[in-house]
């Protein structure tokens, strides 16, 4: 053995050997053979035949990998002490007592194997972090701390920004009270519009003549009473126990969703975007409640109360929609903006395949749940306003062709132009939204986009195609491009007949049923 080597570097398991061949020392280098035992100063050991230069590297690895070591071990310990100390599982699902799982059992798990990363397929409500996936409850605790739960916590520029819900105000005013009075607000909001519709359609059912009226009217309010329907099974969902009412698009309303999700767009530096969008969503109720009360006026010899509730009351059900409709909106550009930062993510990790797979899970997930809310939603909003619209069209069509005895009044025209500007409005209004809101009628276009984003970096790099080829196979493993039947095609083409074939029952003038306007064909003849 060489004099080369102390005995201050023996004393980590690393040997070099010399062999002095020819009067000169060689290095023996088998790359067959790893590792070896020998007996050296009655410990056993590893030999690796290396250079001089190369030991000293080896030993200063080897020194700072038991280093490492020691570390995670002393944290493992203090990991297993705060796990007893405070009852909670840190990774393993979450508060129980929450009763909100963001992902059904038994739909999980091949998710998990494809991103290998069962341990984000939790959420945890009721911890202190505010964001939902499986954080640690200390967000200023690094131990912990790895590429997958990092990128839950990424801003705009894909900085993990860690925050607790004292952070950011919400600790104040997030509570049960909270909870419960939004309950009672969104059990009233639907009952107020249960009891319009039963007061409204009740009064003209049975009656051919004004058919178009109790569509065109049941469409309205059906728009308006999807959002709290949602809202309130996700509220009951997230008191429920876990394993009751499997049903994952509810994470998409819950508060550390939306939280989540507006850590993206960075809107104290960048600004709350369409602007003009926003405005229209305040100023557009106001215009609808002033021009329904100025019909009802001139319509009615008395306004009652329930005219009064049905106005008011219409006109805070479509703000809140509109409002929610420009939360999704911004759900969806943050998506969009995730995408990108995941897509540099990649780019700028290509030595660590397991991180990236584990990244491209967690935004997959959460995106698969808002495909699956967007695609449910749609369902319901865009064959309803195909049938609003059809019905408004072929009312406009009775009004130009008929002729009825209401046309020699010289009220008829004032109040058709009223009418069909109030009713022509609404129906603009809810369709142009919802269409905004997500870019169309589905979002599937946003990881379509990203899938090609990926293969064009993948086909411009010069290296690491080993990485690439893994990357792209996990990718098309969790794809989500949906090929089944397209069913809000199929309802609003079904939509579009019924208020064709409906619609030609009518022969009679369309006017507002209001049991207190008394007065109105008097009213419209005279």
């Not at 309303?253 to 926003?278: A, E, S, T, W, Y």
């Not at 589905?442 to 990926?454: A, E, T």
């Not at 089944?484 to 208020?499: E, K, M, P, R, Y």
């Amino acid at each position: 053995m060489s004099a080369n080597i102390t005995m201050d570097e023996m004393e980590y398991p690393v040997i070099a050997l010399w062999i002095r061949r020819e009067e000169r020392l060689h290095l023996v280098r088998k790359k067959r053979i790893m590792k070896m035992k020998i007996n050296a100063q009655m410990k056993t050991t590893s030999c690796i035949y290396l250079s001089r230069r190369e030991v000293l590297g080896v030993l200063e690895k080897e020194k700072v990998r038991r280093e490492e070591k020691k570390r995670k071990k002393e944290g493992g310990r203090e990991k297993e002490e705060r796990k007893e100390r405070d009852g909670i599982l840190i990774g393993g699902g979450g508060d129980r007592r929450a009763g909100h799982s963001a992902w059904p059992a038994g739909k999980i798990h091949l998710i998990d194997i494809l991103s290998d990363n069962s341990l984000d397929s939790k959420e945890q409500i009721n911890g202190k972090s505010y964001n939902s996936p499986c954080h640690i409850d200390d967000p200023t605790d690094h131990r912990f701390e790895c590429h997958s739960c990092d990128s839950y916590w990424w801003d705009y520029d894909g900085v993990p920004e860690r925050y607790t819900e004292k952070d950011i105000g919400v600790a104040t005013w997030n509570g049960p009270t909270s909870r419960l009075l939004s309950f009672i607000i969104l059990v009233a909001v639907i009952m107020e519009v249960a009891y319009d519709n039963v007061y409204y359609i009740g009064s003209i059912w049975g009656k051919q003549r004004q058919i178009i009226h109790a569509m065109s009217y049941g469409t309205f309010l059906l728009q308006l009473v999807f959002y709290p329907i949602l809202t309130l099974a996700a509220k009951i969902k997230s008191w429920s126990p876990s394993d009751f009412l499997e049903i994952s698009w509810c994470t998409v309303i819950n508060d550390r969703f939306m939280v989540n999700r507006l850590q993206f767009l960075d809107l104290p530096h960048n600004g709350i975007p369409m602007k003009l969008v926003l405005l229209l969503v305040y100023v557009f109720p106001i215009y609808l409640v002033t021009l329904r009360g100025w019909i009802y006026l001139q319509l009615c010899s008395n306004f009652s109360w329930h005219s009064g509730m049905s106005v008011f009351c219409g006109g805070f059900l479509v703000l809140i929609w509109g409002n929610f409709q420009y939360l999704l909106y911004l759900t969806r550009c943050s998506f969009q903006r995730q995408l990108h930062v995941v897509l540099e993510f990649i780019e700028t990790h290509q030595d660590n395949t397991d991180a990236c797979r584990r990244v491209l899970g967690s935004v997959m997930k959460d995106f698969a749940v808002f495909k699956k809310f967007v695609d449910m939603y749609m369902v319901l909003m865009i064959p309803t306003s195909i049938w609003s619209i059809t019905t408004t069209v072929v009312w406009l069509y009775y009004l130009s062709f008929e002729k009825t005895a209401a046309k020699d009044s010289k009220y008829y025209w004032w109040f058709q132009r009223e009418l069909v500007l109030l009713i022509s409005s609404e129906n603009i209004y809810h369709l142009t939204l919802n269409l905004w809101a997500f870019g169309g009628v589905n979002v599937g276009y946003i990881w379509n986009h990203f899938y090609l984003s990926l293969n064009v970096a993948a086909r411009n790099s010069c290296s690491k195609r080993s990485f690439w080829r893994k990357i792209m196979r996990h990718l098309k493993n969790i794809n989500l491009t949906n090929y089944g039947i397209n069913f809000t095609v199929i309802l609003s083409v079904l939509s579009c007949f019924v208020a064709l074939e409906l619609g030609d029952k009518q022969w009679t003038l369309f006017v507002v049923s209001e049991p207190s306007c008394n007065g109105t064909f008097r009213f419209l003849l005279n």
